[in-house]
């Protein structure tokens, strides 16, 4: 009894410690019929930035429209056979072979048409980004609507419709949430063309990845060079009376020094109540040597330090400084400037570990 309870008391210091971060890191489960169609799915739909629909990848079902439809022709059936109306009989066979001949109308529409991912370029994670599609027509019939959107998309406003003749552009937007490489979702197309009573749909994988910065911070805070004492000597300290200039004035930020509060003018926004303390912007001169690594950013986190030092790299290059960059995993990256040194910098902050 006594091994026992020593047994269950081991185990419940176990799960205490380790059980909720195990099942917060855990992905969701999915039941076998969702694994099963899953796996389904994308054997049939190989990832690839340019897909033909062919007869195995186009599926078809009625629309809510197509069984109301489908619904009327039975009454329509069951009432003429009842009351031995030839005209019924003329009316539902008619209606029903409408129905049956728009279903290889439908199919045409779509068989054939191929799908191509355009150019991607990088942005910042939570800044949406038209993602490029080029629809191409090789008959010389014309498609009619044609919608497409992402399927992780469930609004179904978010469709795009397109009619193609030989080639037609589109965009669906997109919106990265994290850093680093994101995978595209899985493309949806579909059409109700001609009547509307029948659904016919695809799936499309694309294979390239689309590169995601960090988010910048905002407002972007000032410079190591401006506010920071313990910056190396390559990078100059923060103005003192006779060096550099200010231009302008701009809110306080936490870090900033005492010395730098213009009172009159934060005595003036604050008697009005509509602002706070301000300081005075300081714009080192154009060829300043700055140092931007993790120290300097006075944080503690890892995705807000890379959220600063984007900032920064952002803000020195738009001031034409030359900078260096040190990573929390230890990259460094050699002083230089211009928008080669940013994009390589950029891509450092994205793929930092």
Known sequence: RQRRTQQQRTSTGHAGCYGPAMKQQRPPR???????????????????DQHTLSQRSIYILPTRAGWFLGLT????????????LNLGYLVTFWLLAAAAASVGVAHRNLHGLQIQLGALSPVFAGQALDIPIQLKNSKKRARYAVAIRFLEQKDNKSFVLNDVTTSQNTALSFTPRTRGWQPLPKVLLQSLYPLGVFRLWSYWQPHSRILAYPQPETPCPPLPSAHNPAAPPTSAAAPQSG?????SVRPYQRGDRLRDIVWKKSAQTLASGS??????????????????DTEATGLHEREAQLSRLTAWVLQAHEKNHRWELRLPSGTHIATDS???????????LALEP
Request: aromatic share 10%; with cysteine; glycine share 8%.
């Open 338 to 348: 211009g928008p080669l040194h940013m994009q390589r910098c950029l891509q450092a």
């Open 30 to 48: 999915l039941s076998w019929w969702q694994r099963r169609w899953q796996h389904w799915l994308d054997a049939r739909h190989p990832p690839g």
């Open 73 to 84: 022709l039975l009454i329509l059936l069951v009432a003429s056979i009842n009351f031995q």
């Open 275 to 292: 602002g706070d303390l301000v300081v005075r912007s300081y714009h080192p001169p154009s060829g300043h040597l700055l140092s931007l």
């Open 243 to 247: 060096q550099g200039q200010h231009d």
